[in-house]
């Protein structure tokens, strides 16, 4: 069986608050960077936009009433600023040791909603031994530790994922799940660090 984590808070019912829709993240610009120095100055701005948009949007968060409206505010934000082909945010249940998903967006989402996994399967485990770092993977279907039944989607073929574990002072309190990067093979370090940005604020309120 897999480490028993400890959890502070439920999930409360309430209104759910939507970031402000911003631009789209997920397509290069529009005529490509010549190479060398610029290129990268190019990449280095846009991750830097998406953080400012994170910091700046994930100051609502501390407005909202419950940990329900602020799994749903964080997924709708990652879904403007992360686009993945599912996306999922889980709290963690002490008393049943298992993770259950609250909000659920993307491919297959009717078939996760309420769903429960628990702690010691799949890439959740292994998430969970890295925690608070984030895990990200490419090749699933290759990597022994992917469980289809813990971290597949009904009608998706899982090819690349991001787990980022919500934590405070040391506990486990819940976890996002994003499964395929459109039009990338994986999900880069920039879209670690940008899950980290949201997954930081989450952690003090669910």
Known sequence: SGERCECGRGVGVGTTRTPPRRPPHDAP????APAGRKAQRTSTDEHDRRLADAFEACQDL???GSAQEALDFAINLLEQLLPAEAASACLYDIDSDVF?????????AEHRQGHAVPSHMGLFR?????APQPLRLEALAADARFDPEADGRPGL????????????EGRILGMLQLVNRPK???FPQSDAALAGST??????LV
């Open 157 to 168: 073929e899982c090819r690349s994922a991001l787990y980022r574990p919500l934590t405070f």
């Open 62 to 64: 501390f407005f909202l």
């Open 100 to 108: 259950r998903f609250v909000v659920v967006r993307g491919t297959g």
């Open 199 to 204: 997954a930081g604020p989450l952690g003090t």
């Open 126 to 130: 292994a998430a969970v031994k890295l």
């Open 184 to 186: 990338y093979a994986a």
């Open 29 to 32: 610009p529009a005529a490509a």
